[in-house]
C-alpha cells in the first residue's frame, strides 16, 4: 500500500526565515507530485506539480519554489519567509493520467509571525 | 477554460436529513470529476469519482454523486447525514496535470 508522509507536522516560522517543507510518497513508483496552498478559510491553491524527478512544474509560485530530488521525494522552500505564507501545505500525489485519483498527505500547518 | 463552482459556501442540515452539495464545472471535454472531504487539520480524502458510464456513481459513508452533463454539474448527496459527516467538502476537476478545485462548502450537521 502506498503512503505518503509530510514533515514537519506543524512549524512557527519568523517573517524572513527560510523554509523548507517535505514529502515522501512510498509504495508508488514515478508517481505525480503536487504541492497545494491552503488558507485559513479553505481553498485550495496548486503551487507546483512534478512528473518525474528533476522536473518541476510552477502553477502559482507565491514566492515559493520546489524541486524533487528523487523519485519518492518533493521538496517545498523559500529563502525568505512572508507574513502571507502562513497557512496550511499539502502534498499529493497521483498516477499517470488525468482520471487517476489524487491522494493528499496530512499536511503542514505553518504559523509565519 | 477549465473551472468548478461550489455556489454554497456552507451548508447546514439536521442530523437525519437528507443532503445535497452543488458543483458546476466547466470544460470543453470528458471531465474527469472528483469529491473530497476534509476534516479540520487533516488532508482531504476521497468520496467517490466519476470518469464515464453511470452518471451516479457510488462513493464511501453512503455518499453518491450524480454527473450531468446538460447541467455540468456533479452534484453530491447523501440520503441521511450524520453529526461525523460535518467538515469541508472539495467538488475536483482533472483534464490533466492541472487539478481545479471548487471553494470548498462546509458543511455543518445539528444535533
Known amino acids: 500500500a502506498q503512503t505518503i508522509h509530510q514533515w514537519p507536522v506543524a512549524e512557527i516560522k519568523a517573517v524572513g526565515s527560510p523554509l523548507s517543507l517535505g514529502c515522501t510518497i512510498k509504495?508508488?513508483?514515478?508517481?505525480?507530485l503536487y504541492w497545494y496552498w491552503q488558507a485559513t478559510g479553505g481553498t485550495l491553491q496548486q503551487l507546483f506539480y512534478?512528473?518525474?524527478?528533476?522536473?518541476v512544474e510552477s502553477v502559482v509560485q507565491l514566492n515559493l519554489s520546489a524541486s524533487r530530488p528523487k523519485d519518492d521525494q518533493f521538496i517545498l522552500s523559500t529563502e525568505k519567509l512572508l507574513l502571507s505564507h502562513s497557512g496550511f501545505y499539502l502534498c499529493?500525489?497521483?498516477?499517470?493520467?488525468?482520471?487517476?485519483?489524487?491522494?493528499f498527505g496530512p499536511g503542514t500547518r505553518l504559523l509565519v509571525l | 477554460a477549465q473551472s468548478v463552482t461550489q455556489p454554497d459556501a456552507r451548508v447546514t442540515v439536521s442530523e437525519g436529513a437528507s443532503l445535497q452539495l452543488r458543483c458546476k464545472y466547466s470544460?470543453?471535454?470528458?471531465?474527469?470529476l472528483f469529491w473530497y472531504v476534509q476534516y479540520p487539520r487533516q488532508g482531504l480524502q476521497l468520496l467517490l469519482k466519476y470518469y464515464s458510464g453511470d452518471p451516479v456513481v457510488q462513493g464511501v459513508n453512503s455518499f453518491e454523486a450524480e454527473f450531468s452533463k446538460s447541467n455540468s454539474s456533479f452534484h453530491l448527496q447523501k440520503a441521511s447525514v450524520h453529526w461525523s459527516d460535518s467538515a469541508v467538502y472539495f467538488c475536483a476537476l482533472s483534464p490533466n496535470n492541472r487539478i481545479f478545485f471548487g471553494d470548498g462548502t462546509q458543511l455543518v450537521v445539528k444535533p
Open positions: 512534478s512528473i518525474t524527478v528533476g522536473q
Open positions: 499529493a500525489w497521483r498516477g499517470l493520467g488525468g482520471r487517476d485519483t489524487q491522494y
Open positions: 470544460y470543453s471535454a470528458t471531465p474527469y
Open positions: 509504495g508508488k513508483s514515478s508517481p505525480n
